[in-house]
């Protein structure tokens, strides 16, 4: 492993660790019920892809995690933008 956390394989360094996600997922709690794990594990691996593929940075991270833990937020976003719904 290089010092900055990326693997090297073969000779051939990755920009990220490629065990990083299924590390993360690993840790789903002990408790989980099998949908909820098959669900975790989806949203994880979408999102640490969708970081990867748009190489976001520390504060673009943050923004939108900002932007999913506020409430209002989350009411006006899912509710009008994703789901097409009303409150």
């Known amino acids: 492993m290089a010092t900055n956390g ?4 073969g000779g051939k360094k990755h ?4 065990t ?8 789903t709690g002990p408790k989980a019920t099998p949908r909820v794990r098959q669900l975790t594990a989806s949203l994880i ?8 593929e748009n190489e976001l940075t ?18 006006r976003v899912l509710a009008h933008t ?6």
């Not at 990326?6 to 394989?9: G, L």
């Not at 691996?45 to 990867?52: E, I, T, Y």
């Open 45 to 52: 691996q979408h999102l640490h892809d969708f970081a990867r």
């Open 6 to 9: 990326a693997s090297v394989n």
């Open 58 to 75: 520390v504060d673009e991270w943050m923004l939108g995690v900002e932007l999913v833990c506020s409430h209002d937020t989350i009411s």
């Open 20 to 27: 990083f996600t299924q590390s993360v997922i690993n840790a």
């Open 82 to 87: 994703v789901l097409n719904l009303d409150r």
């Open 15 to 18: 920009k990220y660790n490629p």
